[in-house]
Nanobody
Framework: QVQLVESGGGLVQAGGSLRLSCPAS????????MAWYRQAPGRQREMVAF???????NSADSVKGRFTISRDNAKNTLYLQMNSLKPEDTAVYYC???????????????WGQGTQVTVSS
């Protein structure tokens, strides 16, 4: 059993900052890629930022220069530092990860339950 649990969301004024965390726990052998997604009301879920096991990253154009994705492999934890927040960043933020539970298994994709981020104007 593997769990991802996001935290760090909340209500913030435009221009403010939040830091999201997503620790993975359970029967984990290794974690490959990890990512943050978000879903605003009435909109499709979209990728915010991605980080490979090597540490290389990519992010959506809408958050480039404002959001930074990082991971602590020793703690099996994914982070998202969000600065200069805008009202259009309001959404439920989800983390996901490709996790192997055994050395010879293929990785499976796991999702967290989401954390609400609300940015007021």
């Amino acid at each position: 059993q593997v769990q991802l649990v996001e935290s760090g969301g909340g209500l913030v004024q435009a221009g403010g900052s939040l830091r999201l965390s997503c620790p993975a726990s359970g029967n984990i052998f290794s974690i490959d890629a990890m990512a943050w997604y978000r879903q605003a009301p009435g909109r499709q879920r979209e990728m915010v930022a991605f980080i490979a096991s090597s540490g290389s990253t990519n992010s959506a154009d809408s958050v480039k220069g404002r959001f930074t994705i990082s991971r602590d492999n020793a703690k099996n934890t994914l982070y998202l530092q969000m600065n200069s927040l805008k009202p259009e960043d309001t959404a439920v933020y989800y983390c996901n990860a490709l996790i192997r539970t055994k050395a010879v298994s293929n990785p499976s994709l796991y999702w967290g339950q989401g954390t609400q981020v609300t940015v007021s104007s």
